[in-house]
């Protein structure tokens, strides 16, 4: 029998080249590109987006040197869907990947085997979550390099999956490349940076796309001494959240350092955004008890949930001369626009063989264009959910808000849940009532949606 070690490091033969750049960018040199994504990060739990008890210093000057959003959306509120839409600039379902625990279709094209062929050094440290087979993990979709872990989560200094017990035998998971590495004892968010850092140090003469996605701030809830002792007069649970926090700040300061120390800094276009909102688990709490660390306020639900509080997350971008510093922008945008807007200024033809659900969000940040979407979908097991201007209509949902009934579906009126998102942000009362005829008409998109994304 093969050993996992011995599968992954065997491959798979590459499939054929993708076509050549049909077009090049308007700008003279084509910029580099930087992704940073959070895991179960609080919708403002960022010093800027007003979380006074937490330090989040250099996320809080990346997001004061570019554009920070107030409307991004992640197209899931679950982590490996989230990352597919990321990655292929698709809905998740569309994609092939609408739950966790899944590979992500080999049919489906990812930003770094778009940019590759176009000259890109591509680059991926931390979580990738979309596939654990020899022709799915990152170095078979476009990464030239890979330093992180496979699986949904790892402890962050044994690099051990451990919750898939008692059905799965806890098993070891860091890699580089296809090769299974050991660094016990060295606490993960760090050595992310550490990768992040070498990856951007080594000379060249190619743009590079690299996607740092860090574990942080998700379970298990592991920081060392040094970013405890930052915070000393929160409760336990807030205090470790916000040391965990603290360390991946502390890692995308040196990410940021060595762009401006290697010159790279002005020709980088860096976006920094959340997987979803965060969660309730009990894993991630303390004493087998809900989590309550993370906050999703004013928004309601929490991970899982398609109310705002499962993917209204934190979004920014930053690109010096092109997108203009200090700028808060209310414009609905998503994160499967990040793809397009990637191919358009790398000069790299979007696909055309397939439907990309992603718009070009270039022109939002930089000359302050209106939402390039008439209404946004989504879609977790039964729940679905569909945002057109201010007004959201939640089908089925829950609030997975720690509470034994948060985790069964509304019921009775409830099952159909109407908000105007801009007088009622938390989604807290329930307009279907009042406008019946547009509750008809948004139930009705959001159901033919789903049947057109479920399509083969």
Partial sequence: MLSRRNLLRGGLAAGPALQRLRSQPSRSRRPNILVILMDDLGCHDLGCLGAADLKTPHIDGLAASGARFTNWYSNAPVCAAARAA??????????????????????????????????????????????????????????????????????????????????????????????????????????????????????RSDPFFLYCAFNAVHYPMHAPREFVERFPGLPRERQMYAAMRS??????????????????????????????????????????????????????GHKFSVFDGGMHVPGMASWPGVIPAGQVIHE???????????????????????????????????????????????????????????????????????????????????????SDLEADPGESRNLRHQHPDLVDELAGQVHRWRAEVEKP
């Fill in 86 to 203: 990321l990655m292929t600039g698709r809905f998740p379902i569309r994609a092939g990947m609408p739950v966790n625990g899944l590979n992500l279709p080999t049919t489906e094209k990812t930003i770094p085997s778009l940019l590759k062929p176009a000259g890109y050094q591509t680059a991926l440290t931390g979580k990738w979550h979309l596939g654990v087979t020899p022709d799915t993990v990152p170095n078979a979709r476009g990464f030239d390099y890979f330093y992180g872990f496979l699986n949904g989560c790892v402890d962050y200094y044994s690099h051990r999956y451990y919750w898939g017990e008692p059905r799965r035998v806890n098993f070891h998971d860091l890699w580089r490349n296809r090769e299974e590495i050991f660094e016990d004892g060295q606490y993960l968010t760090g050595r992310l940076g550490d990768e992040a850092v070498r990856f951007l140090s080594a000379p």
């Fill in 247 to 300: 360390a991946a700040d502390d890692a995308i300061g040196r990410i940021l350092h060595t762009l401006e120390q290697t010159g790279q800094r002005r020709n980088t276009l860096i976006f920094l955004l959340g997987d979803n909102g965060a969660t309730t688990e009990a894993r991630a709490g303390l004493n087998q008890q809900p989590a309550t660390a993370g906050s999703n306020r004013p928004f309601r």
């Fill in 332 to 418: 609905v945008v998503m994160t499967a626009d990040i793809l397009p807007t990637v191919c358009g200024v790398a000069g790299v033809p979007v696909p055309s063989d397939r439907t990309i659900d992603g718009r070009d969000m270039l022109p939002v940040a930089a000359s302050r264009a209106k939402s390039p979407h008439g209404a946004v979908f989504w879609a977790n097991g039964e729940q679905l959910a569909v945002r057109r201007g201010k007004w959201k209509l939640v089908v089925n949902g829950i609030t997975y808000d720690g509470t034994p009934e948060g985790k069964k579906p509304l019921q009775g009126d409830d099952a159909l849940f109407l």
